[in-house]
C-alpha cells in the first residue's frame, strides 16, 4: 500500500506531504474528529498553494523591487485623484492574474535582441500569457525609428488581447520627442486612450522629497 507521503507527492500536495505527522498530532491534541482533521488539513493545504501561487507570480512580474502600497502616500493628491486611487488599490480587478513589469528602455532591448534571432512572434506570444503587462519609464529615454515601429506593433498587438499600466513623464503632447513620428505618436495614443483610466500624477516627486527628508535627518 502506498504511504501518504507517496500519495501527497503524486497528488502535488506539498503542504501535506511535509506536514501530515504534525497535523495528526496536533489533531490530537485538540481533539478533532476525522472530518474537522481533514477540513483542516485541506484548509492549509490550500493557504499553502496560494502563498505559493503569490510567490511565484511576483518572481514571474520581474519587479525590480518589492514596492507596497502601505510604502505610498497619496496625501497631495487631489480629491478625485484620491477616489480613483481608492477604487484601484483593492487589486481585485488582478487578484489571481499573471503579470509583466518591464521598463520600456529594456523592452527595446529585448524586442531588437528577438528581431535579431528571428524570434519577434515568439516574443509577442510571451506578451499574450500575461493578464496585465506594466511598461514602465515611457519617455525617459528615446529610441530610434526601428525601435519606435516594433514598441508601436506590441502595443497594438497587445491592446487586442490584453490590460496595460503605462507610466510616462511626458504629456500626450510630447510623445512626438520619443516616437519621432507624428503619424505613429498619434495612432498609439488613440489605441491607447480608448477604454482607458488616466491618471495624471504630476507634482514634486515623491524621490526627492524622500530624499530631502534623509538629508535632514543626517543633519
Known amino acids: ?40 488539513l485541506l484548509y492549509c493545504e490550500r493557504n499553502n498553494r496560494r502563498d505559493n501561487g503569490i510567490k511565484q507570480r511576483i518572481r514571474a512580474a520581474r519587479f ?18 484620491k477616489r480613483k486611487f481608492k477604487e484601484l488599490e483593492t487589486l481585485n480587478f488582478i487578484e489571481n492574474k499573471k503579470v509583466l513589469f518591464i521598463s520600456v528602455p529594456n523592452l527595446i532591448i529585448e524586442l531588437k535582441e528577438a528581431m535579431s534571432k528571428n524570434q519577434i512572434t515568439q516574443y509577442k506570444k510571451k506578451f499574450e500569457k500575461f493578464d496585465l503587462v506594466i511598461l514602465d519609464e515611457l519617455g525617459y529615454v528615446s529610441f530610434d525609428k526601428e525601435g519606435s515601429e516594433i514598441l508601436f506593433n506590441l502595443i497594438s498587438n497587445r491592446i487586442a488581447v ?3 499600466i503605462i507610466t510616462t513623464n511626458l504629456m500626450f ?16 495614443v488613440d489605441r491607447l486612450t480608448y477604454k482607458s483610466h488616466l491618471l495624471n500624477m504630476s507634482g514634486e516627486s515623491y524621490r526627492v522629497e524622500e530624499t530631502i527628508a534623509w538629508l535632514k535627518s543626517k543633519e
Open 1 to 40: 500500500m502506498e504511504t501518504v507521503e507517496q500519495l501527497s507527492k503524486e497528488l502535488k500536495l506539498s503542504f501535506i506531504k511535509t506536514h501530515y505527522e504534525a497535523a495528526i498530532q496536533e489533531a490530537k491534541h485538540k481533539g478533532l474528529d476525522f472530518q474537522e482533521f481533514l477540513n483542516e
Open 162 to 164: 490584453g490590460s496595460m
Open 64 to 81: 525590480p523591487q518589492n514596492k507596497t502600497l502601505e510604502d505610498f502616500t497619496t496625501v497631495k493628491f487631489n480629491s478625485e485623484l
Open 173 to 188: 503632447d510630447r510623445w512626438e520627442e520619443i516616437f519621432k513620428d507624428p503619424i505613429l505618436t498619434t495612432a498609439l
